[in-house]
C-alpha cells in the first residue's frame, strides 16, 4: 500500500555529513497527509533507538546525543522527510531508519510504517 524509501548513506569520515531522505508514496493511490515522520537508528547488537522526529505542523525534536548536530526536516508536499547530519562520530553508524504514523491515503489510513532503512557508517 505504501513505500517508505531511504537513500543518502553511505560510508563517511569522523566529522563528515550526510543527508538522509526518506520518500514516501502509495503503490496505488494518492497520500494525502502524514502525521509524525520519524527516524530511528539501530547499530549492530543495539536496540532500535530514536533519533529525531517531526510533527506535520513542522515541531521537531531530537535525541540529546544528536543535539546541536542533526536536524530533522520534512517537506510535506514531497511527503518526504529528511535529516542532516553533520560533525558525525563513529558512534553514529547505524542502519537508520524512517517511520511514519498517521498516513492518509485515497485507500484509508495506515496507522504506522517503517522504510527499510539505509546504512551509515562513520569511519576512518
Known amino acids: 500500500q505504501v513505500q517508505l524509501v531511504e537513500s543518502g548513506g553511505g560510508l563517511v569520515q569522523p566529522g563528515g555529513s550526510l543527508r538522509l531522505s526518506c520518500a514516501a508514496s502509495a503503490a496505488s493511490g494518492i497520500i494525502f497527509s502524514i502525521n509524525g515522520m520519524y527516524w530511528y537508528r539501530q547499530a549492530p547488537g543495539k536496540e532500535r533507538e530514536l533519533v529525531a522526529g517531526?510533527?506535520?505542523?513542522?515541531?521537531?525534536n531530537s535525541v540529546d546525543t544528536v543535539k546541536g548536530r542533526f536536524t530533522v526536516s520534512r517537506d510535506n508536499a514531497k511527503n518526504t522527510l529528511y535529516l542532516q547530519m553533520n560533525s558525525l562520530e563513529p558512534e553514529d553508524t547505524a542502519v537508520y531508519l524512517c517511520?511514519?504514523?498517521?498516513?492518509?491515503?485515497?485507500?484509508?489510513?495506515?496507522?504506522?510504517?517503517w522504510g527499510q532503512g539505509t546504512q551509515v557508517t562513520v569511519s576512518s
Open positions: 517511520n511514519a504514523d498517521g498516513i492518509r491515503t485515497s485507500g484509508g489510513i495506515i496507522s504506522t510504517y
Open positions: 517531526i510533527t506535520r505542523g513542522g515541531i521537531a
